[in-house]
């Protein structure tokens, strides 16, 4: 199993990134798909999530009306569309996938990839 990240990087104050996750070993399309991020010297916590068909989104507060979570079942791929980037979105962001199986959840990370918003 295996949960790729890409797309990160250094953008300044009001730009744009584009993060992707590419799933393998897994069924994706059965999965619900998340983003998370780590800021250096605090818990890891959820930006985004979207359904297994990706008829359903939910967002943080903090990044609602500037980040846009969504898939693509064909391509195993969820992306994280992030506008207007502040310094306070500067975090390492991970990539995670769960699915329930009676009572029991099973769950796979990414590596994650960094963003750095910075002038």
């Known amino acids: 199993v295996q949960l790729v990240e890409s797309g990160g990087g250094l953008v300044q104050p009001g730009g744009s990134l584009r993060l992707s996750c590419t799933a393998s070993g897994f069924t994706f399309s059965t999965y619900r798909m998340s983003w998370y991020r780590q800021a250096p010297g605090k818990e890891r916590t959820l930006v985004a999530q979207i359904s297994s068909t990706g008829g359903s989104t939910n967002y943080a507060d903090s990044v609602k009306g500037r980040f846009t979570i969504s898939r693509d079942n064909a391509k195993n791929t969820v992306y994280l569309q992030m506008n207007s980037l502040k310094p306070e979105d500067t975090a390492v962001y991970f990539c995670?996938?769960?699915?329930?199986?009676?009572?029991?959840?099973?769950?796979?990370w990414g590596q994650g990839t960094q963003v750095t918003v910075s002038s």
């Open positions: 995670y996938a769960d699915r329930k199986v009676l009572s029991e959840t099973i769950y796979y």
